[in-house]
């Protein structure tokens, strides 16, 4: 069974920078999207940051310049490094993947994912990511 295990949270000032850690044993005959996803207190989830087993990068336009997503293949882990961070960056993070993605159509979850359709499973159990001003 995959299962995702978030890390990395905390609380940072303005300006400030963190990075989250998923570790994720995923095995799949075909191609894979794993990404990042956020939800704030009142707000839909949102994806943030996908890459797709080629190990292409996307994101979406609210972290584009300022968060990058990378992983390690030795350690089995995905990575978010966020700068520049905002209060609005405030919210609960998520890693999650989609086992059975075709190819280029990773791009979609960190561009245009709003809590609903893909076929995002398995779900970590989340970070809690604080900024403050």
């Known amino acids: 069974q995959v299962q995702l295990m978030e890390s990395g949270g905390g609380s940072v000032e303005s300006g400030g920078s963190l990075r989250l850690s998923c570790v994720a044993s995923?095995?799949?005959?075909?191609?894979?999207?794993i990404g990042w996803f956020r939800q704030a207190p009142g707000k839909e989830r949102e994806g943030v940051a996908s890459m797709d087993i080629n190990g292409t990068p996307s994101y979406s336009d609210s972290v584009k310049g300022r968060f990058t997503i990378s992983r390690d293949n030795v350690e089995n882990t995905l990575y978010l490094q966020m700068n520049e961070m905002t209060p609005e960056d405030t919210a609960m993070y998520y890693c999650?993947?989609?086992?059975?993605?075709?190819?280029?159509?990773?791009?979609?979850?960190?561009?245009?994912?709003?809590?609903?359709?893909?076929?995002?499973?398995?779900w970590g159990q989340g970070t809690l990511v604080v900024v403050s001003s």
């Open positions: 995923l095995r799949t005959r075909g191609g894979y999207c």
């Open positions: 999650a993947a989609d086992l059975s993605a075709p190819p280029g159509t990773c791009a979609w979850y960190s561009e245009h994912y709003r809590g609903s359709g893909g076929n995002l499973d398995p």
